[in-house]
């Protein structure tokens, strides 16, 4: 195997079993290695550290063990067996849900490797090319640890792999009916619906963001389905509208989806059909969030002239006033540099929210930045109730769920945080 070498004292974290080594630590390589393949990591007197996949890039390597063992078939199966038993614990696969992360990259000891498990068919998705490199082996594995419980992997790494590797990867299907395939395209006779907690949603292999559906926030549309009884909800960046579902079954009086794209709103108002076929209590809209917003009045405006209750806001046909919000929006922070711009930006939407939303609202605010801390995205909250001139009370601090694991050693891991909060 080829052999990377570290500066002197470069191998600290590594001995935290932090599973990256940044570019920046590498002292020379032995080997001429190529994108993808599999290096030994060692100290600069040459002893073992640790082995993982090289990559281009400011990550050099991704660390798959600390001990010094093949990265074989048992290896596979020995991680994603671990993998699976873990979600086993959990238990989520039980209770009317079908579809779950199976495997979380660093969370599960694989960096660079998702699996979302939607009913029998996984979908795998590379984010390193060593992880692409490897993909028939994982494959393989997964296949000899789920048994029957899986029929299908389509392989979508189309647009998680670096550009520049020019791996020519297409999106497809690698088993299909238990068969390895090459099919490109998802065969018809596929069932491509979820069920996440009995409701069932139409997944978009294909074309979907990430692998189809976010399953991150399953726990947390639950809980917006506890709260929605009787309430008015808006629910803002829908995508395939999981809350609007659950606010629809939790007894919300009416529900606003609303997504800049035309195809997330085709998508939910199919999912609101597959559930509530013909629920006149929904309706979805194709706007910018933030021009929707500036379209409802400011609560305060209007009831200091006495209009809360009379003034419909009738071009949305809306009859008054949101009183449960979600606020789910895309990664603001893709990157550490553009973490100040992305504070202003949450600030921004959860003032603009909270000064629609009457007494007695509740807001769900999220934030899926990695470079994003939970401290920075609480304090953009606070400066959002401050501008809004409102009284705030934190209800429920959110996260990733148990199929979302974080590596203790590994805490840039921990990118899903939510605040709910009680608008006075
Ligand atoms: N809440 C969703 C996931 C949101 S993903 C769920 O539970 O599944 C973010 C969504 O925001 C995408 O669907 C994207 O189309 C939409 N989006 C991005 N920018 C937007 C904007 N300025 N206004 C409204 N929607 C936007």
Request: charged fraction near 25%; include cysteine; aromatic fraction near 10%.
């Amino acid at each position: 195997m080829k052999t990377l070498y570290l500066h002197k004292g470069k191998d600290e974290s590594l001995k935290r079993y932090h599973p990256w080594v940044f570019s920046g630590a590498v002292h020379h390589m032995e080997g001429n290695p190529q994108e993808g393949d599999l290096v030994r990591v060692v100290n600069n007197e040459g002893s073992f550290i640790a082995v993982g996949h090289w990559q281009i890039g400011s990550i050099a390597v991704r660390v798959l063990s600390f001990e010094d063992r093949p990265i074989d078939h048992d290896f596979w199966v020995e991680k994603l067996q671990s993998a699976y038993n873990v979600r086993k614990l959990i238990g989520v696969m039980e209770g009317g849900n079908d579809t779950y992360r199976l495997v979380h990259g660093e969370g599960d000891n694989l960096p660079g490797l998702v699996v979302d498990m939607y009913g029998k068919t996984a979908v795998m998705q590379a984010h390193s090319v060593g992880m692409h490199v490897d993909r028939m082996k994982i494959a393989e594995a997964l296949k000899e640890v789920m048994g029957e419980k899986l029929e299908n992997i389509y392989y979508k790494s189309e647009t998680t792999l670096p550009f520049k590797a020019d791996l020519g990867q297409e999106n497809g299907f690698i088993i299909h009916n238990s068969q390895f395939t090459i099919h490109n395209n998802p065969p018809s006779d596929v069932d491509n619906i979820a069920v996440e907690n009995g409701l069932k949603f139409h997944i978009d292999w294909l074309k979907g963001q990430k692998t189809g559906f976010f399953v991150d926030q399953r726990d947390n549309r639950s809980l917006v389905e506890h709260y929605s009884n009787g309430r008015k909800v808006l629910n803002m960046f829908c995508y395939t509208g999981g809350f609007s579902v659950y606010a629809l079954r939790g007894g919300a009086q009416l529900v606003h989806s609303v997504d800049s794209s035309q195809k997330a709103v085709d998508l939910v108002n199919a999912n609101v059909e597959l559930n509530f076929p013909g629920d006149a209590r929904h309706k979805a809209f194709a706007e910018d969030a933030f021009k929707f917003l500036d379209s409802v009045p400011n609560y305060e405006l209007q009831v200091t002239k006495e209009q809360a209750n009379k003034t419909p806001n009738s071009e949305l046909g809306t009859p008054n006033f949101y009183d449960l919000v979600i606020l789910d929006p895309p990664a603001f922070a893709k990157h550490r540099d553009a973490v100040r711009h992305a504070i202003k930006g949450y600030t921004k939407l959860n003032a603009r929210a909270m000064e629609k939303m009457p007494q007695g609202s509740i807001l769900f605010t999220f934030s899926c930045s990695q470079a994003i801390s939970k401290d920075q995205f609480r304090m953009a909250v606070f400066t959002a109730a401050t501008l809004a001139k409102k009284k705030v009370r934190i209800l429920h601090q959110l996260h990733q769920p148990a199929d979302h694991p974080i590596n203790i050693y590994h805490p840039e891991g921990e990118y899903l945080k939510g605040l709910v909060v009680y608008v006075e």
